[in-house]
């Protein structure tokens, strides 16, 4: 499971995990799953959690 993504704060949260890659120079060497998490972000905004949970789960295979 991704996990919670129905949190009041799930945006938050994705945002800082997108700043810390960034902080550690790792963005350019994950693009495809940065790129993913981004979508994600919009997704939630949006309101559509199906969306957002299968970006979420495409950058997490993608990191494995």
């Known amino acids: 499971m991704v996990g919670d993504i129905t949190r009041h704060d799930a945006v938050e949260e994705l945002r800082a995990g997108l700043a810390w890659t960034a902080a550690c120079g790792q963005t350019c ?25 299968a970006q979420l789960r495409g950058a997490l295979a993608a990191l494995r």
């Open 29 to 53: 060497q994950l693009t495809g799953p940065v790129a993913k998490v981004r979508r994600a972000i919009g997704e939630l905004q949006d309101g559509d959690l199906a969306a957002a949970e």
